[in-house]
């Protein structure tokens, strides 16, 4: 009887009411759907790196902007695998790194939580952070499949070693390259060692002492970037490299080459006037030898470099001399674990956390060194605890691949030590030892296959470097 009575009061459904409550299920389904949706994109657009394929091409967009997307151990963790995965997968021809914002591709490493770390006695977990970044810095050096770092922005430390071993690096108008190590108390890390003693003459030991700055152009002239693009056609090359059916670095190239800015005109190379001063002064082995031949310049170049390697770490100074000499005989692997080892000693030191806090923490900008001065630094103590003293767990790399040059240096400008050759007949297809400016500049820039900028540069060191004989002929000057 209750059941026939429920049913007997229960009202029947139209077919439109029905419906209507399906719609409504449908409705709710869907909006759950989409909240869902928002929220997981939500999630991925707040991700520290984000990972994005379009045709044939992978990209790592650092994605820290407010922090200049300053580089730590969960990027890199993020990073590093994904990596291996694209460059194992036959689907994906070329890789692409930039950064997030207007200002920046990678300001740095994110040292405050490094040394942070190390001060609360974790130094295995500090160390953990250089260890992987190193790592990834190395797989980058060694990847099969194409890589392109753009660096349209401020470029430093962390960021650096994301980009300056790759086979690509395009500069903008706002590219802002420095290595300033010296300063917060460390040293030219991410394989400094390597990049370093392999640019023109002393000029990486110059940039990696006083942490001098580059901007744009003056990087691809410097040897740091291989490519200068104006930001505003970096989209149009994105979607150009995608399109792109190849893993191979030449097709790569060439179709860079298309996007490349001709050259500024009037422009000048920033360390031009002084670059003799700087091969002169800081070609001695010990930081003593330099100072004293920047004592003896007496220029305002010299003025103003001698205000800054009394300014910043002596340590730090001694150390990064010995890692670029070291590092110009040792192979790319054999550098990183240098610099791991040098990266352990420099946690258990005083100069780093105090430079971290003065400039970075507290920004009272008066760190307070230990030994205060260069003359304290003791040549024989430094290198028995910082480079003889090896580390029990030698850093681990992904692999065994390593190199003392870099094999895809042709894409960059040609350095001086290959304009060189080409002056004194020792390359081939330089023709005849007589050759004038113009025919020199010719010769290289046949061999760069008519590379945009080669013929700038080529003027530039000539200007510096060679002398004309009573017939004409151009001699090279030591």
Known sequence: ??????????????????????????????????????????????????????????????????????LNLSMVRNMTPQLQAWDASDLCKVIVIKGAGEKAFCAGGDVRQVVELANAGKHNEALDFFAEEYKLNHMIATLQTPFVAILDGITMGGGVGLSVHAPFRIATEKTLFAMPETNIGLFPDVGGSFFLPRLDGETGTYLGLVGT?????????????????????????????????????????????????????????????????IDRCFRFNTIEEIIAALEKEGTPFAAKTLTTLRTVSPTSLKVTLQQIREGANLGIADCFRMEHQLSRQFLSGHDFSEGVKALLIEKTNEPKWVPATVEEVDREKMLGQYFRNQAPVPLSLSNTTTWKQYPFRRYGLPSEEEIRMVVKGESAGSGPLQLTTEEVADVCVKKSGGKIGVREKVQEVLSRKVTKNADGELKWVN
């Open 213 to 277: 700055r580059l901007k744009g152009i003056d990087t691809v002239y410097a040897g740091i970037a291989t490519h200068y693009v104006p930001s505003e056609r970096l989209a149009a090359l994105e979607d150009r490299l995608a399109e792109l059916e190849t893993k191979n670095h030449d097709v790569i190239n060439m179709a860079i080459e298309d996007f490349v800015s001709e050259p500024v005109h009037g422009h000048k190379y920033s360390l031009s006037d002084d670059r003799e001063a």
């Open 1 to 70: 009887m209750l059941r026939q009575a429920v049913r007997m009061t229960t009202p029947k459904l139209s077919p439109s009411a029905v419906a209507q409550g399906r719609i409504r299920a449908m409705n709710n389904w869907l909006g759950a759907r989409v909240n869902m949706s928002t929220t997981a994109g939500k999630e991925a657009i707040e991700a520290d790196v984000l990972h994005r394929k379009h045709l044939s091409s992978r990209t790592f967009v650092l994605n820290r902007p407010k922090a200049l997307n300053a």
